[in-house]
């Protein structure tokens, strides 16, 4: 017993040590929101009421909206498709792939995405956040519904050794 007792804890101490895993919640900071009326107003509370999570180990991760008690609700819907993350989304960053679900009547189905993560520009501008040492990308998208090009804008670092 007290064999597989330690063979466990060694086990355990080990499982501890190699697997990283985690949750970072992000916010979203709105700009070019005119407030200077009732909608603006409303939709600039509902984005900064906006919080995501994504939870991650080594082999996959998962992004996802965390719900809220809106004010609005008509300004809570359009500020989480304003914030470019509508759906919760898993990835596999191995196999390059992303998907979503997306329900169609009573039916539930998975949209695939290759490539998702493909197209991003890392730039020469750091700056730090948080006492880390970070890195601007950009990626530029159409709007599936404007045809429009989007810039979205992110910041990473390298001292967190996490796959994502």
Sequence with gaps: MKK???????????????????????????NNID??????????????????????NMNDSYFENIPHIPFDDLSAKLALISSGSPKNWYQY?????????IN??????????????????????SKKIEGYNCYKAIITQINSRTLDKEFVEA???TDIPIPY
């Design 4 to 30: 597989l007792l330690i063979t466990f804890t060694f086990f355990l101490f080990c499982n501890f040590l190699f697997s990283q895993q985690g949750e970072i919640i992000y916010r979203v900071i709105p």
């Design 35 to 56: 407030e200077s009326n009732e909608f603006g107003k409303k939709l600039a509370i509902e984005i900064n009421l906006l919080n995501f999570s994504l939870r991650y």
């Design 93 to 101: 960053p191995k196999k390059n792939l992303s998907y979503y679900n």
């Design 104 to 125: 169609i009547g009573s039916k539930k189905y998975q949209v695939l995405f290759k490539d998702h993560m493909k197209g991003w520009e890392i730039s020469n501008e």
């Design 155 to 157: 910041w990473f670092t």
